[in-house]
């Protein structure tokens, strides 16, 4: 290196050297790690070469000793490999790996938050107690969006992200396997922030007439696929991920021993693979999709950009800006909608349906304990026929045209009520 001044080798692997790049006349060791392509550089802190030859004999035993014993050789700051990490997830979502919203997030945590609490502290300080005691620091320490207490689910996405650096640093042999966080997360006591039947009418006309007010052919086209984009998501039940990996040869009709046509779609997840079923409906949506899509193959993306190509974001700034437009992208609880509200939907209406929560697990890839956990205020909607069986005023009623059922009797917009149209539109933002 340029640098590099006065280099002496003291044996294979150990050299000492003076720098060109500083002021003072002190000596610095290298040590080349065992069986890698790596090197620990240190000061040795003194101009004279007997006592630097000695400190760097000194070094070469400690980095020996500490692999022997698996202790981390490089102690760094944890706003050092959380810039480290950041800039990772970074590079993945700018391949597509992770979506831009997902970086985002995590670059928040990471300064807003995480630095705050652990960021000048060595890495190889950071102990099981200090990940376990952050709930207790956060409350302490910050407010929620509504100014009251911060949510579970915050603390909780915070803490993964945590430990999520802590593992980086293991790879990286900065820290021990053992010094990564174990145990589980707290859970999040909040509701999912569903769509009610009526705020999913509201959506659905209002980005009907969106759509109408495209200023261009492009705008015209992102709206039109942002739409039933939304449509597909609330009548499948699938998770994002599931849709950026959404292929054409995955999806297929079927026919039903009664005659009824219906859409098997074949999804994978990060590293999960499995099949569900929707109504003829998505059939019709992903067919608008294909008439004016530029990659129609087999093997070519579902859901695409202007130009063809696989979508990063999954039009989360167009869906944003749809929601926001609508006035639902908060939720009663004051709750930021995302994308993944979508899935939150579908399955809220199939649980109102009465839908069984076995199969309902099957179809969305998930467990049977999560949807009873998440969605639990729905069984008394569901099963209110036999809780209010023998009331008096309760009148069971074989059949009926109204109520729940017939309401929201499918996801489908075209069950929806046809409402006011006159709402203003804003530019879409191109994936």
Known sequence: ????????????????????????????????????????????????????????????????????????????????????????QKARAEAGEISMHRWRVIESHIRTQLNRYVGAMQITLISQDKWKTYPIWRQANGKGRSGGRVSDGTVRDEMQTFRAIMGWAASKNYIKESQVPKGKLPLSKQRREEFTPQEYRKLHTFARSWIKEAKNAQYDWYRNIAYNFVLIMCNTGMRPSEAKNLRWRDVQTKTHRDGQSFIVLNVRGKAKFRSLVAG?????????????????????????????????????????????????????????????????????????????????????????????SHYGHINPVKNAERILMGLPGWTPIASSTEGIGAQIDSVSPEASSNQSRKHRGRNPSSD
């Open 1 to 88: 290196m340029a640098f590099l001044a006065d280099l002496q080798e003291l044996k294979p692997g150990l050299v000492i050297f003076r720098r060109t790049d500083v002021q003072h006349r002190n000596w610095y060791c290298r040590v080349r790690l065992p069986n890698a392509d790596r090197y620990k550089t240190t000061s040795l802190k003194t101009s004279d070469i007997e006592t630097a030859k000695e400190r760097a004999y000194d070094q070469d035993s400690d980095v020996r000793f500490r692999l022997k014993h698996e202790v981390p050789l490089f102690n760094r700051p944890f706003s050092e490999i959380a810039k480290d990490y950041e800039k990772y």
């Open 280 to 372: 003829a409906s998505v059939g019709e949506y992903l067919d608008r999709i294909r008439k004016i899509s530029k990659a129609k193959g087999p093997d070519d993306a579902v859901f695409t950009n202007w130009k063809g190509e696989p979508t990063k974001t999954l039009y989360y700034d167009l869906i944003e800006t749809l929601l926001e437009d609508s006035k639902l992208l908060l939720s009663s609880t004051e709750k930021r909608r995302s994308i993944y509200c979508f899935r939150h939907t579908y399955a809220t209406f199939r649980l109102t349906e009465g839908v069984d929560v076995y199969f309902l697990a099957k179809q969305m890839g998930t467990s049977v304990q999560m949807i009873e």
